[in-house]
């Protein structure tokens, strides 16, 4: 017993030891973040169902025509002068029919669902772009908090590092305690910081779990990724050629228009007359037994598929017009993400070539000098805050260049930027 009381402290000392962030799980990449998003993202699921539905309306429409059965006892004579063989001369009739389908309405209607299940595919296809934007955003969004979280931690801590050497020289006699107060004041703003950097991660992870439908606590999900920019490549004719080939809202107005053709086919063929065949077995006292056959041929003599026709006609030159709207928003997408990435980019590299160095080269020369007393108190503040102005700015502008980066891959329909 004592041995077994023994096991179970020593279990929760080492428990106990562990920071609580070891027990938080592996960092997911955006492959990852993905892969859960196709897997568990309730509408997509549903979407799902529906392509599955669309192909059970599949099998309905090349069902054949049930036949048809029909049972008669005719001429039961009850109240004849012989009651006693009232089924004396009862006539037992069975007839039997069948309606036969001509034009080949049945492969049309076939032709049409699939093509209908194309267009759900497509458009479920389309919906996953679109989601896909969002929780791209997201996810860089959770990048961009988590580098804004790094260096508002490291601006607090250099800004702690700093007020302790301005403490020193306020003991010394070397600087006045008004000095002293307004650098501590300062300090609020280096917190405050990184306490609206912290909220914003937590909301932007929230947003992430939302969308793939993860309960995991928020505090033991994290991602990772670059976050950086890239140079892109691509010319804009070559980003137009791709988001042709891929952009599935296009591909589902092209079927459109291929399924609203199929159906005025098939509004064509539910014109053509379907004769009914049928056979009847009978007996006839004093006959035995007998057999019959027939046809029944409907008489078209007012076509009343007049209305099918024109609807489906006109269906076929309105999908042609969604189609050329929806190409024309296709260019108009691709060209607008393009000039915001091209923007974004323009801004980053002079961030990158000039700005960042000069703002860190100033904050570190106008420190130096305060502390040995050949800068003005006014000068060391300035310095911090365009320093910390410089960091943030360009940490949104790499989150801006991200997204501007989403935008041009839902533009394009499929991943052309990482």
């Known amino acids: 017993m004592q041995c077994l009381i023994r096991s179970v ?26 892969a859960q998003f196709e897997a568990n993202n309730p509408s997509l699921r549903a ?6 539905e669309s192909k059970a309306q599949e099998v309905t429409a090349f069902l054949r025509p049930n036949p048809s059965m029909t049972t008669t006892i005719d001429q039961i004579a009850p109240f004849n002068a012989n009651p006693y063989r009232p089924f004396g001369s009862a006539l037992p009739l069975v007839s039997a029919s069948y309606l036969h389908e001509r034009g080949g309405k049945r492969e049309l209607r076939l032709e049409s669902a699939r093509k209908g299940t194309a267009v759900v595919a497509s ?60 650098l501590e004041l300062q300090r609020v703003q280096f917190d405050t910081d990184l306490q609206s950097a912290r909220v914003n991660l937590r909301t932007a992870k929230i947003q992430l779990l939302t969308l793939f439908n993860d309960r995991t606590p928020v505090e033991q999900f994290d991602v990772t990724g670059p976050f950086e920019f890239t140079e892109q490549t691509m010319t804009l004719d070559e980003l137009h050629q791709i988001a042709l080939a891929n952009r599935p809202d296009l591909k589902a107005a092209m079927q459109a228009v291929d399924k609203a053709k199929t159906e005025y086919r098939l509004a064509v063929a539910n014109g053509a007359t379907d004769p009914t065949f049928g056979m009847d077995l009978a007996r006839n006292p004093p006959i035995v037994a007998y057999i019959g056959f027939n046809v029944t041929i409907p008489l078209r003599i007012f076509d009343r598929n007049q209305g099918e026709k024109a609807r489906t006609q006109l269906d076929i ?22 000039a915001s990435l091209n923007s974004s980019r323009g801004l980053l590299r002079s ?9 860190t080269r100033v904050r570190d020369t106008v420190s130096f000098s305060y502390q040995h007393g050949g800068a003005s108190l006014l000068d060391f503040l300035n310095a911090q805050s365009d320093y910390r102005i410089v960091q943030l700015n360009y940490l949104n502008l790499v989150g801006t260049y991200m997204t501007a980066a989403s935008q041009l891959n839902m533009a394009v329909g499929t991943e052309v930027i990482q």
């Open 47 to 52: 979407g799902r169902i529906s392509i599955d």
């Open 123 to 182: 458009q479920l296809a389309d919906q996953e772009r679109t989601l896909l934007f969002s929780l791209r955003n997201a996810f860089v969004q959770t990048l961009q908090q988590k580098s804004v979280v790094a260096l508002a931690t490291e601006n607090l801590a250099y800004y702690d590092r700093l007020l302790g050497l301005s403490s020193e020289r306020f003991k010394a006699g070397d600087i006045a305690q008004v000095d002293l107060d307004r």
């Open 351 to 359: 961030y990158k070539n000039k700005y960042l160095d000069q703002a």
């Open 9 to 34: 402290w020593m279990v929760v000392a080492i428990a106990v030891t562990v920071p609580t962030g070891a027990f938080a799980q592996q960092a997911l990449t955006w492959q990852q973040v993905r």
């Open 317 to 338: 030159r309105r999908n042609e017009r969604l189609w050329d709207a929806i190409q024309a928003q296709v260019f108009g997408d691709a060209d607008s993400a393009f």
